[in-house]
């Protein structure tokens, strides 16, 4: 006999199995009703329950046809003869329960990745490319939220390139660029300043309270944290290259940003310093956050921008590379499979676990909620580069 689909036939073992729990479900409930149950040669059962009960107990068994449309159909009969007390036992599990007990899952996964970062510090750097994308800029700022509410302490360090370039062409500035930073004359400084330095920092702090957070914008006009001096480009066998205003990080305030941390408060802080004399410096963004992350002695760098990670295929976004030492990190550079413009950030990565930071990340922010995703699933979206690992599964186990 083939398999049926419909609800004539005969019985099957679901309607057993069914009968005897409705048995002891309402025994336990009414004590008149407490009766053995006794199976049969052929696996009949007598429950004593309800007339509808003991005839769907009493058809025969076949063992080897256990058919769900069938067992759906007669379960949905036998919950409405018996009681409405029982239609959680018998009734499937919906839709939105399976949906649920998965999001459960998630963050069950996530519970031991969000113990072991409670109270670390995480420094995170938003790039241009990142904020020209609302939809993207608004599910990370989210996620930056979610790391504090769990109790992380996370850092942002931001850069804005592109909204620098569109404030230049509306003063009809042509920018002008060498090895990959920007030359800075006094015009092009006042430029960064108000883009980055307080429209941009401004709008970022306002986004992070607007959906939940605390956050506190550290600039010029508020609280200033970095600190600096002239950067020249050095070349070997040539004079050092004057990029104008442009500097790099010497100190960074850390009691100012561990107090507000400690106080679940979010620094957001733009990519420029200041010396002693008061001047002010343009800072490539990248730099900045590692000097950031440098003086927390974080536990995290990550680098949010419009790639995916480290690829052993420059041009394959499925070839990324999740987890790599820094002696893994140097053979790919040697062996060429990092190449190109990722030479440099991995370099600036792994002098940076040098001085004490713990992992840096790269991530794509396009990919909603990559944030997350990096930090507490297993798997990561992006590549994570540490000094050495504990275990052969460094990332397969928080």
């Not at 009414?30 to 107990?57: C, I, M, N």
């Not at 750097?125 to 904020?131: C, D, E, R, T």
């Not at 944290?225 to 790099?248: M, T």
Request: glycine residues 8%; hydrophobic residues 40%.
């Amino acid at each position: 006999m083939g398999r049926r689909t419909g609800c004539s036939g005969q019985a099957n073992d679901c309607h057993r199995a069914v009968a005897s729990r409705c048995h002891r479900a309402l025994a336990s409930r009414y004590p008149e009703l407490r009766r053995s149950v006794d199976t049969g040669p052929q696996g009949q059962v007598q429950s004593g329950v309800s007339q509808a009960a003991k005839q769907f107990s009493k058809q025969p068994i076949n063992r080897r046809r256990l058919v769900p449309t069938c067992r759906r159909c007669r379960l949905m009969v036998l919950a409405n003869s018996i009681s409405d007390d029982l239609k959680f036992i018998v009734n499937p599990i919906r839709n939105e329960e399976v949906e649920a007990i998965n999001k459960a899952d998630i963050l069950i996964e996530a519970m031991g990745w969000i113990r072991r970062f409670r109270g670390k510090t995480t420094v995170i750097k938003l790039g241009g490319s990142l904020m020209s994308n609302p939809d993207a800029m608004r599910h990370t700022l989210i996620d930056i939220i979610f790391m504090e509410t769990v109790g992380m302490r996370p850092v942002v360090v931001h850069g804005g390139g592109p909204s620098i370039n569109k404030a230049m062409e509306a003063a009809k500035i042509v920018p002008t660029w060498i090895k990959g930073r920007r030359v800075t004359d006094a015009q092009t400084l006042a430029i960064v300043e108000q883009t980055l330095a307080y429209d941009l920092n401004k709008h970022l702090t306002d986004e992070i309270e607007r959906f939940g957070g605390r956050a506190i914008n550290l600039n010029f006009q508020t609280t200033n944290v970095l600190f600096g001096e002239k950067l020249l480009l050095e070349e070997p066998g040539s004079e050092p290259i004057d990029l104008g205003y442009v500097g790099q990080v010497t100190r960074v305030d850390r009691q100012t940003i561990e107090s507000l941390t400690y106080t679940e408060q979010i620094p957001v802080i733009p990519s420029m310093c200041i010396d002693a004399e008061g001047q002010k410096y343009n800072v490539n963004a990248d730099t900045a956050a590692m000097a950031v992350a440098e003086a927390l002695g974080a536990e995290k760098l990550i680098f949010i921008s419009d790639v995916n990670g480290v690829r052993r295929d420059k041009d394959d976004p499925t070839s990324v590379i999740h987890s790599m030492t820094a002696e893994e990190a140097r053979e790919l550079i040697r062996t060429g499979v990092i190449s190109g413009g990722m030479i440099p950030k991995v370099e600036a990565c792994l002098a940076t676990l040098n001085r004490g930071v713990k992992k840096v990340h790269i991530i794509d922010g396009q990919l909603r909620h990559s944030l997350l995703l990096e930090i507490y699933t297993t798997a990561g979206v992006g590549t994570e580069i540490l000094q050495r690992r504990n275990s052969p599964a460094s990332r397969i186990s928080p």
